[in-house]
């Protein structure tokens, strides 16, 4: 069920029952964090690989420290400058997180997301929220309360409906397993102004099957067609207009454009949209122009690198 009742949201959880939440980058499937089969349960409903670990949201600081055993100085600077954010820190685990949360590694992804409706839940709960994309493994994320029911209608006990994504895309991941910070996964929050707070970073950003993030597999964000990148807007209206559903932005006719006038913000804000209604469509395949490569632009040109590998 699609609602705003925080109260049965609550009562849900407590009762280690699965709630789809909005955040401003995606909506997540959220369980009690600290109940390993309620964690279980989300893995079961998305159809998720145990070796993929969940990011833990938390409403305050102080639930990091007790979630972790250190918070480096250049973590703590990154939370001062980008929470509530979308951005997930990856920390030395406490032994208050469940082996289930982190599939077993001794590190664990915490987040303080910046939707009212979820900080509310939060701060109403006195346990923090496991939560992945609230979509099938290694579908296209939810970005509003009716992508949820329409994937995982019959799997979720509630559904809070808190209108659409903001960013639209997932959090950046910055992981601190050794000196130097780490960004596994490009995401709401760009490279650049996390280099102006903390100096420069490394970037582990996996490509393959085996994956460093486990998450991070090399076919993700897929709709179930074909999809096909070009390397820019004008090079679509060569596709064959019957066959092809085609995602632009600019100026140009597309089937979807998603900000005619190139604003990378409202680009990752529709990009999810546009896979899910190439998918719905009645076309055999998506052809997709690759965003301009910086900012979040690299963000969405890594979903969508990844949206397109067969
Ligand atoms: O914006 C987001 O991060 C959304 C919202 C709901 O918060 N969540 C999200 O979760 O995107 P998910 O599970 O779809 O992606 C989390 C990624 C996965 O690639 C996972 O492998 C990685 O984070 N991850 C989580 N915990 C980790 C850990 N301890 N070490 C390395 N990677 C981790
Ligand atoms: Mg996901």
């Known amino acids: 069920m699609i609602g705003t009742d ?22 997540g499937l959220a369980a009690n964090a600290l109940h390993p089969t309620a964690v279980l349960s989300i893995y079961k ?13 938390v409403n305050s600081v102080d639930w990091v420290k007790k979630l972790t055993l250190d918070i480096p100085k250049k973590a ?3 939370m001062d400058s980008f929470w509530p954010g979308p951005l997930t820190l990856i920390l030395p685990k406490s032994a208050m997180v469940p082996d289930i949360v982190t599939s077993g590694l001794g590190f664990v992804g915490v987040r303080m997301p910046r939707h009212p409706l979820t900080k509310e839940l939060l701060s109403n709960l006195d346990f923090p929220l496991a939560a992945p994309s609230a979509n099938p493994f290694s579908y ?3 970005t509003t309360a009716q992508h949820v029911e329409d994937q995982l209608g019959n799997k979720v006990d509630y559904i809070i409906d808190g209108g659409p ?7 950046t991941i910055v992981s601190f397993e050794t000196d130097i910070p780490k960004i596994l996964r490009f995401g709401g929050i760009d490279q650049e102004a ?8 490394d970037l582990s950003i996996t490509n393959n099957s085996n994956p460093t993030a486990p998450g991070q597999l090399d076919k993700h964000y897929a709709t ?5 990148l070009v390397n820019q807007p004008y090079e679509l209206l060569l596709f064959n207009q019957e066959d092809v559903f085609t995602i632009g932005y600019g100026e140009g006719l ?22 899910r209604l190439a998918d719905k469509s009645k076309r055999a395949d998506v052809a997709i122009s690759v965003a301009p490569h910086v900012g979040i632009g690299k963000a969405i040109n890594d979903r969508l690198n990844r949206a397109s590998k067969d």
Do not use: W
């Open 76 to 78: 703590q600077e990154l």
């Open 165 to 171: 994504c903001v960013v639209g895309l997932e959090s």
């Open 254 to 275: 597309f089937d979807y454009n998603l900000s005619p006038t190139t604003d990378l913000d409202e680009m990752a804000q529709n990009l999810f949209t546009a896979l």
């Open 140 to 142: 296209v994320s939810p």
């Open 6 to 27: 925080l109260s049965v949201a609550k009562q849900l959880l407590e009762a280690d029952k699965l709630v789809a939440i909005p955040t401003e980058t995606v909506y």
């Open 194 to 201: 996390i280099e102006k707070v903390i100096g420069s970073v």
């Open 224 to 228: 179930g067609k074909p999809t096909y």
């Open 45 to 57: 409903a998305k159809n998720r690989p145990s070796f993929d670990p969940l990011i833990v949201h």
